[in-house]
């Protein structure tokens, strides 16, 4: 039987609100945002689903192309909960909750270990950008560009992509306790991959968390300070 948990339906959630786009981003408008968004995911952290909406923000408002969209993944959760969840920011609308995978050396259960080297295996955090679609050795699939110098903007030349897996559904949690583990890339279920993917291709955001304290207190995405963006390292659409 097929679970309705995953895509909320179009227009059920929050219908009567008006859109508040990312170009209106202002801290009441914020405030606004993540009520909407928070109610239309009730089971997401306000904490990480704000530190996403500031991370986008402050994105935007240094040249990155507006999203519709917006993923979050909140790696802080086991893997045998539904840790990602796809927003559609203009309607306020939840798309998607579902599992998605981390590297098999951040960790086994929970993931707590992350890189942005090569050949490290293991997830990294911040915000990215979704690129092009593609098929490869997983089918189709998605890349990223991470957007944090010395986080994650090493993502593309790692092949971090989001693509699909057999080891990522429920069937694995039953069995193991846990999904399966990726090479670092965000799997997701086979199922759920091309809804993925077209919801996010072409330039969504997708926000990775995780409390790690040097990083939320060095990103300048999350301190919007100018000086530490590195403008030139912003991939900007156009």
């Known amino acids: 039987m097929q679970k309705t948990r995953r895509f909320s339906p179009a227009g059920l959630i929050l219908a009567v609100c008006a859109a508040l786009p990312l170009s209106s981003f202002g801290a009441s408008l914020d ?120 986080i994650n903007d090493l993502a593309r030349q790692r092949a971090i992509v989001i693509h699909g897996a057999d080891y990522v559904n429920e069937d694995w949690v039953s069995k193991y306790g846990r999904i399966g583990r990726s090479h670092g890339c965000p799997a997701v279920d086979n199922q759920i991959i091309k809804r993925v993917v077209d919801n996010l291709k072409g330039g969504q955001l997708v926000f990775k968390y995780y409390p790690n304290q040097e990083w939320l207190h060095s990103s300048g995405f999350l301190k919007c300070d100018n000086k530490t963006l590195a403008g030139k390292n912003l991939k900007k659409s156009g």
């Open 31 to 150: 405030d606004q945002l993540l009520d909407r968004l928070s109610a239309a995911a009730p089971k997401i952290d306000t904490t990480v689903l704000k530190t996403a909406i500031n991370a986008s923000r402050c994105a935007v408002s240094n040249g990155v192309q507006m999203p519709e969209r917006l993923a979050v993944i909140d790696f802080s959760l086991p893997s045998n909960q539904e840790r990602l969840w796809i927003f559609d920011l203009e309607r306020g609308e939840l798309l998607l909750r579902d599992l998605v995978a981390h590297g098999k050396n951040s960790g086994n259960f929970e993931s707590t270990a992350f890189s942005n080297v090569e050949g490290s295996y293991q997830s990294s955090i911040g915000l990215f950008q979704a690129r092009e679609s593609y098929y490869g050795k997983h089918g189709y699939s998605l890349r990223l560009d991470g957007l944090e110098p010395g």
